[in-house]
């Protein structure tokens, strides 16, 4: 199963916008994960639009639409892989251990909320965060994140967008 994943969209937000290899990218997807701040709905239903399956959770700035047909955290199956969606998993310091804590049953968690790549993996758990498409702050590329689930694994990968 090939998923598709951003966070830290934040539009609409002046001429920002998803870069059109994020949009090929999602759309090619056997499912699309957001790990939050979309901002407003309307990207949800630009994402979902794609035809993938779309799982979002919210994010911190997402408007009270969005909060309120999302929930702040999610479990999903993926590939016999139980994978925890979430915005913000706190500071570094410490980060492993404590989604470890949070998601006991989860072989991963994707967040989002600090716009910066990341894939950790400690005694097979992983941690992914995609960084934005959109919003890269002191980033030197516009990201997103590529996974590949099957029998029970997943492997992560952090695509740069404007390469």
Request: glycine fraction near 8%; include cysteine.
């Amino acid at each position: 199963m090939r998923l598709a994943i951003v966070a830290d969209t934040h539009l609409p937000r002046g001429t920002r916008r998803i870069p059109d290899r994020c949009w090929t990218e999602m759309a090619a997807a056997d499912l699309i994960l957001h790990a939050g701040d979309l901002t407003e709905l309307e990207v949800l239903y630009e994402l979902e639009a794609l035809g993938p399956p779309v799982a979002a959770v919210r994010g911190n700035i997402d408007s009270a639409e969005v909060r309120a047909r999302l929930p702040e955290a999610r479990m999903l199956e993926v590939a016999g892989v139980r994978l925890a969606l979430v915005h913000d998993a706190g500071p570094a310091r410490g980060r492993i251990a404590r989604m470890r804590r949070r998601f006991p049953d989860a072989g991963a968690v994707v967040f989002g909320h600090s716009h910066i790549p990341i894939h950790e993996a400690s005694d097979g758990f992983q941690l992914f965060n995609p960084g934005s498409p959109t919003d890269r702050r002191r980033q030197p590329h516009h990201t997103m994140g590529r996974a590949q689930a099957r029998n029970g694994s997943i492997a992560f990968e952090v695509v740069a967008l404007d390469r």
